[in-house]
């Protein structure tokens, strides 16, 4: 892409602060339900269950019966599920009667890598994992840079744009919408910044980013970066907290802890969103073996309260 026409690209299309194009025919699931008072609607990210291995079943109906509108389930998860039958398509119609949106998954297709064999295989990994999330009803899935996150891989910006763009035609063509996902702790796409960029250099009407407060805090991007995200550019985002100890260089996953019960900018990250009007799935994402030491019911119940005790200071 040269810079003209990735100046050109961006004008036209401002990918970032628009919203995305319908996606195609009967493929696309029914809109979500309106959003909720300050326009976050709240969702279960099943990591926050891992460490109980529930079927997915137990876990749609967990989030259920907690109170959730959305659930964000992992591939994994589904791919089991999809052994058995019609059981995703089953599932789907569970969430509906339930009231749950399918607002994502959680998957680790290695999309943007360099060997380019690789890379088809991971690009057909993608196309399997939109499958599932098309049969289980739901509309979006992460591309977070899985194969790219290790010490020594090297990442051009320019080429991920390009391998973002050809994910975002692949889930145009399927009806299900990629989101660029940045992890902190990766060797590439770390920080929101970066993810902006490739968003952006993407020039697709559907390209959006997924951020969580955890990796914004372990990459070292700045919250107030949020508000370079328009309507359509953030559809969803993880909660979570950090403790003060141990610091960001090494904290890990394991240390996240309740959203509001840390020292992340929540307050500040929630108004970013209010003050572009973006209507953001806020999804409750921890991975705290402390947690699942108590029963998983009371768990998906805390995640939920936890998020709109701080919405509700926002």
Known sequence: MSNLTSRRTFLATAAIGSCALTLPGPAAAEPARPAAAGGFRYSLNTGTLRGYKLPLAEQIDLAAQAGYAG????????????????ALKDLGRRCADAGLAVISAI????????????RAKGLEQMRRDMDLVLQL????????????????ATLDLDRAAERYRAVLELGHSMGVVPQLEFWGASANLSRLDQCLYVA??????????????FHLYKG??????????????????????????PPRETVKDSDRIWPGDGVAPLRDILQAFADNRAEVWLSVEVFNAEYWKRPPAETARTGLAKMRAVAART
């Open 200 to 213: 952006a250099r993407a020039g697709h009407p559907d390209a959006c980013v997924l951020a969580d407060a």
């Open 71 to 86: 659930i964000e389930p992992w591939i994994a998860d589904l791919a089991k599920a999809a052994e058995s039958g019609g």
């Open 107 to 118: 998957g680790f297709a290695a999309w943007a890598v360099n060997d380019d064999g690789a």
């Open 137 to 152: 009803g739901g509309t979006h899935i992460a591309a977070p840079p899985a194969g790219v996150n290790q010490a020594g």
């Open 220 to 245: 070292g991007s700045d919250p107030a970066a949020l508000r370079l995200l328009g309507r359509c550019g953030a559809y969803s985002f993880h909660m979570n907290d950090y403790p003060a100890q």
